[in-house]
């Protein structure tokens, strides 16, 4: 397999309600801006990957409508929809694609319009057999998991509530992030609606319109397009048992957040995440994930995340800052936020993250969720190798 | 049959999408001037009806607006059996690719008023009575 | 400054999905018996309530039978308050309304349903409940209306 770059990334501005684009607008707003970055053209792109759930705005096959957006024309096609994990997986794919040796540059674009769709209803599509008897949505699901994580682990809503405060205060210094209230205070998530208990709704992500694209380049091509790209050193993936009651103790246990790491940092040559890795781009649909997820990573010992973050290690001038642009907590464009956390991830890496770069980084680690408990887990590097 | 084996579920959904400016600018002409525009691309010079804001081959932004048709020549068809189209049926005989005088692209469109339709047929739009801003703000186009 | 429209559509699917035989099995017993079946594993031996053919863990089929009590242990719960669509009424759920992952007795693993109460600080994991069955059954989950605390004087047997 040949070595990897990402060589160029764009995003939209993410919001509430694009109604200035269609969806195929929004596709080549990401990908004029990725195409800039990289210094390339449509031209130079030899395939495209998409990432979109199309069910949550009812368009069948939208990789024919958008395709033509994210440069598509006369070029291989693949569309990838996984939940969540649309974004990473469809990552993972673009990479696959081109470290195989098939092709030497590839665009990965992921995007969704909430604002145009029944995205609650595309929940509610789940199995016929036995899920869909019951009314849980997103948050009720999720809701579940950390009841038991809580019962376990002892984390508490201001620990939670301080993970929400942190990913709003860095999306603060980000232009592209959708939801900007950089005022937000641990009282106020507090205060905010609650949802599905324990959860706030400031506890929780957003529905957002926008769409981010990142350009992947093969070994040679890489060098001689990109002074300084982010070289994949791990691009992995885990899939879990389809029904909620299956998992065990899922947001506990997390075993494919917690498999997917270890090969990954294995392949990278990690053995100690917290010092080594110089910033994390986590996907955390709710604040209690993310603390769970410190766990599953390895980025300390379990029962111990709320320690890290009342410690603020993970803030941005911590020892690890985690999502510095904000997270999912902050954007969510499903189709685009896997892609989001690997456009972050690679643009610390290369140096090109403007208000909230961390300064020095050049190992990061992204990482996707969906469904009920999927994982994708990529590494970036500034180096190619060890 | 043991229906047992199987399970019926359905859902209600709506949806609202964003047109975007182009496809606005489009769409108002048709509802408040009963015209049809195509944009040109700059680079490959064809004219895109209905007009965007992108030429797709090129993938550079679309510069000039100009009013295609509303007449053209039917280039492809297919008769329509009698199902309900939620619209409609009405006068309409078949679903047709038009190529507006004018456009370098053909517009997916009913023709009606006519008992057989041929590639090669001359027609030209009639509009709806009562428009919203909608591709059906034409109804369908009619032999000229 | 042009005006930005929106397309509006609206549509109703409906989908009749073939199950399988363990699905058929469960819910004859469900409906015409008031008796919950799981599926047993002969490799790990854990029973899967809902049934299905093969076991995750263990890619192997399943296909002994075993009879699992109606009453169980709550291993997680929640109280939603928000309206979230109902699929079997395509309607919103009146909130607020309890949800639960509850471990029947004689199950290993647990069966995501309502729980019966609004207020979080009366539900704990731990607590035992017991299944309130629909008088008229149409061989569904939703057969069971949901989940009520079980308080001392009930014992297991009861329905």
Known sequence: MRRVAIIGTGQTKHGKARDDVNQAELAREATTRALADAGINRRDVDAVVLSNMELFEGRALPEMWVGEGAGGYLKPVTKIATGGTSGTSACIAGYHQCASGLFDVVLVIGWEKHSEGATQTGMALTDPLWDRNVASGAVGNFALSISQYVAERGVTPQQAAKVAVKARRNAAKNPYAHLQIGDITVEKVLESRMLADPVHRLDMCPQSDGACAVIYAAEDRAKKICQRPAWVRAAVTRHDQPYIGDLDRRLVTMRTLRDAAREAYERAGITEPLKELDVAEIYEPVSYAELAWYEALGFCAEGDAGRLIDDGVTEIEGELPVNPSGGVLSTNPVGASGVIRVAEAAMQVMGRAGDHQIPGARLALATGYGVYAWSDVIILSADEAE | MNTDNFVVAGVNLSFKYAAGEAASRFLIALRDEKKILGARCPSCQRVLVPARSFCPRCFVETSEWIEVGPAGTVIAFAPLSPLPLGEGLGVRVAFALIHLDGADTALAHFIGEVDSPRIGLRVIAVFAESRRGHILDIAYFKPE | ?159
Request: with cysteine; hydrophobic share 40%; proline share 7%.
């Open chain 3, 1 to 159: 400054m042009t005006d930005l429209l929106h397309i509006p559509h609206a549509m109703t699917l409906s989908w009749r999905y073939g199950t399988s035989w363990y699905f058929a099995e469960f819910i004859r017993a469900l409906r015409d018996e008031r008796r919950l079946l799981g599926l047993r594993c002969p490799v790990c031996r854990r029973v899967y309530l809902p049934p299905r053919p093969v076991c995750g863990n263990c890619c192997a089929e399943m296909r002994e039978w075993v009879e699992v009590k109606n009453s169980g242990t709550v291993r997680a719960f929640t109280i939603v308050h928000i309206p979230i669509i109902d699929p079997t009424t395509g309607e919103p759920r009146p909130a607020p309304y309890g949800m639960a992952l509850i471990q029947l007795d004689g199950a290993d693993t647990t069966l995501n349903h309502y729980l019966a109460g609004n207020d979080p600080s009366e539900l704990r994991i731990g607590m035992r409940v017991r299944a309130v069955w629909r008088e008229e059954r149409r061989g569904a989950l939703s057969d069971i209306v949901h989940f009520v605390a079980m308080n001392n004087e009930q014992s297991d047997n009861e329905h």
